[in-house]
């Protein structure tokens, strides 16, 4: 008997129910996923005087702690700031033009560094491990009604510099922690990026059955 190709329904999910401050931004999904999945989204209208506190800030990075992480080697640091102190001005200045213009603001900024060898050499699956992190430290973000939005704009070389950086490790990702905020007042270039609709490959084309390209089969 034949295999019946998994139906991929169009209509949002149930489960992602919009939440503050999230309204409106939660994907479309066809099956059933956690809301905080469904609404994670990468804003840059960030409100420039809303605070983050050292516990938000550290709940993140913990939720990124305890990430997976291939031999148990977890290469991942962060060095982050929280607005208005050094590591944040200096965090800040580091960023390119054009993410310099709204993320500077943020209540908060991590950078991401991942250790690239140990004493027992090369750390092949850093990397992944360092997009498991970023990837929870958001989600946690989102349950405590914050977004973060992970950048790959800013100055390596002078982040290595300024930060003294060991040679093993990399600067790879800015992410900017903070407060969505009003529209009205606000840029209007980012509030229009914002808005943009997010776009994914619809779920069809990304999981196949039995061979490339194949439609993933529910039955066994």
């Known amino acids: 008997m034949p295999k019946t190709p998994v139906q ?113 050499g090369d750390l092949p699956y850093a990397m992944f491990d360092a997009g498991l992190a970023t990837a929870q430290l958001s989600l946690q973000a989102v349950s405590m009604g914050l977004v973060a939005h992970p950048m790959s704009g800013f100055d390596r070389d002078e982040a290595r510099r300024t930060l003294r950086i060991p040679d093993v490790f990399e600067p790879l990702v800015m992410i900017a922690l903070g407060h969505l905020g009003p529209e009205r007042g606000a840029d209007p270039e980012m509030v229009e990026r914002d808005r943009t609709p997010r776009r994914r490959p619809a779920l069809e084309d990304m999981v196949f059955g039995e061979r490339w390209g194949a439609p993933f089969s529910a039955e066994a």
């Open 8 to 120: 991929f329904s169009t209509a949002p999910s149930r489960l992602a129910q919009p939440r503050d401050p999230h309204t409106g931004r939660s994907a479309d999904s066809g099956v059933r996923i956690h809301p905080v999945i469904a609404q994670r989204w990468s804003a840059r209208n960030l409100d420039p005087d809303a605070v983050v506190t050292p516990d938000e800030l550290l709940a993140a990075v913990e939720s990124a702690r305890v990430a997976a992480s291939w031999g148990g080697t977890f290469p991942v640091r962060f060095v982050a700031g929280l607005r208005g102190d050094a590591a944040h001005t200096a965090l800040a200045s580091l960023l390119s033009a054009g993410n310099k213009r709204w993320a500077a603001s943020a209540g908060a900024l991590l950078l991401g560094v991942v250790q690239t060898a140990n004493d027992k």
